[in-house]
C-alpha cells in the first residue's frame, strides 16, 4: 500500500535544479525531481536521527569501565591485542 504524499513547494536555486535534473538524465535509474528529493530527504533523516542516537550515548561509559579508550595509544594496543586473539582463535580453527 503506498504511502500518503502531501505537495509541497520549495525554493532551490536553478542551478542546483539543473545539476538535479542532468543527473537524472544520465542515471541508470532513472526517475523523478520528486523522487529524487524525497530519498536525500529520507536518507538525511536517517542520518540525523543515527546522530541524535549516537550522540545520547556519549558519557554513558566512565574512564573506569574503558580504561583501553583513553588515549590513542591505549586504543591501539587493546585492537591489537584483540586482533591476535582472533587471529590465534582462527589458526586453532583451521590448524593454520
Known amino acids: 500500500m ?11 536555486p536553478v542551478s542546483l535544479v539543473k545539476e538535479l535534473d542532468d543527473l537524472i538524465k544520465k542515471s541508470s535509474r532513472p526517475g523523478s525531481r ?9 536518507s538525511r533523516l536517517k542520518k540525523e536521527h543515527y546522530l541524535k542516537a549516537v550522540k545520547g550515548l ?10 583501553h579508550w583513553k588515549d590513542d595509544e591505549a586504543i ?11 587471529r590465534k582463535a582462527l589458526e586453532d580453527k583451521w590448524q593454520m
Open 2 to 12: 503506498a504511502e500518503n504524499t502531501k505537495m509541497i513547494h520549495i525554493r532551490m
Open 34 to 42: 520528486s523522487r529524487f528529493i524525497v530519498e536525500a530527504v529520507a
Open 58 to 67: 556519549a558519557g554513558m561509559l566512565t574512564e573506569e569501565e574503558v580504561p
Open 76 to 86: 591501539n594496543k587493546w585492537l591489537a591485542d584483540n586482533r591476535k586473539v582472533d
